[in-house]
């Protein structure tokens, strides 16, 4: 059963895990399960995707439950008043927040160049007694990521660019960090989760947040890094 965040007559918002397709791909064709089929199986009814999320990636997955509906919240992307809130985890110690703004070449037709733009802030850091290649410690960034504009594998190949690679990207990482993350940490995953998104309702007009939970690998990490009150606050009063 997939998790479901938000539902009302209008939309529902799922936590999407990782390794989910959103829907079918002619990219991963061989794939049968995805999130639009299993979403529409278990709620019995048609569901329409708004946007999308990396298969690797997880975190909140909108869907509108009419054509109408999803055109709308489309035209709040296309307009770009929607907020996305990723939490990452990366290499190496970014600045305290950046804009990235350089074009992306469109992965399916790479002579055209597409405008990308993606803030980050760093929310805290650790640097481990871990050897990796020549360095005898290795160091990390927990950042907040909201892209301004949504191409395919913005985040991840903008993070590349700036030699902030996100762990466990197997296509635009660096697999030397992803391997001490596996051997130490046994996390294969990519430690990049949409964990909040902003919006307008379309129907209502009032705002809608909704938020997605890390996954329990995700937050067993941030756990062991000392990163909890960085993401969740302080408790105490």
């Keep these: 059963?997939?998790?479901?965040?938000?539902?009302?007559?209008?939309?529902?918002?799922?936590?999407?895990?990782?390794?989910?397709?959103?829907?079918?791909?002619?990219?991963a064709a061989e794939e049968k399960l995805n999130a639009m089929h299993q979403l529409r199986d278990q709620l019995g009814q048609w569901v329409y995707p708004i946007h999308r999320l990396d298969r690797p990636t997880s975190g909140v997955l909108l869907f509108a439950l009419d054509k109408e509906t999803a055109t709308e919240v489309q035209e709040q992307f296309s307009r770009h008043t929607i907020k996305k809130h990723y939490l990452a985890v990366v290499r190496g110690v970014t600045p305290i927040e950046a804009i990235i703004?350089?074009?992306?070449?469109?992965?399916?037709?790479?002579?055209?160049m597409q405008e990308a733009e993606t803030y980050y802030k760093r929310l805290a850091t650790v640097e481990l007694d871990i050897a990796v290649s020549r360095y005898p410690t290795s160091r990390y960034s927990l950042i907040e990521v909201v892209p301004k504009t949504g191409r395919m594998h913005q985040i991840r190949r903008h993070m590349a660019k700036s030699r902030h690679y996100i762990i466990g990207d197997t296509k635009h990482g660096d697999n030397k960090h992803n391997k001490m993350f596996r051997e130490n940490f046994e996390i294969d995953n990519l430690l990049l989760h949409a964990y909040f998104i902003e919006m307008t309702h379309?129907?209502?007009?009032?705002?809608?947040?909704?938020?997605?939970?890390?996954?329990?690998?995700?937050?067993?990490?941030?756990?062991?890094?000392?990163w909890t009150e960085a993401i969740y606050g302080s408790d105490e009063a």
């Excluded at 529902?12 to 990219?27: D, Q, T």
């Excluded at 209502?204 to 000392?226: H, M, N, R, T």
């Design 202 to 226: 379309p129907k209502s007009g009032e705002p809608l947040a909704i938020s997605a939970p890390l996954p329990e690998y995700f937050d067993d990490l941030v756990a062991e890094f000392g």
């Design 1 to 27: 059963m997939l998790e479901i965040l938000y539902q009302d007559e209008y939309l529902v918002a799922i936590n999407k895990p990782a390794g989910l397709l959103v829907h079918k791909s002619r990219i």
């Design 101 to 112: 703004d350089v074009p992306l070449e469109k992965e399916l037709d790479q002579d055209t």
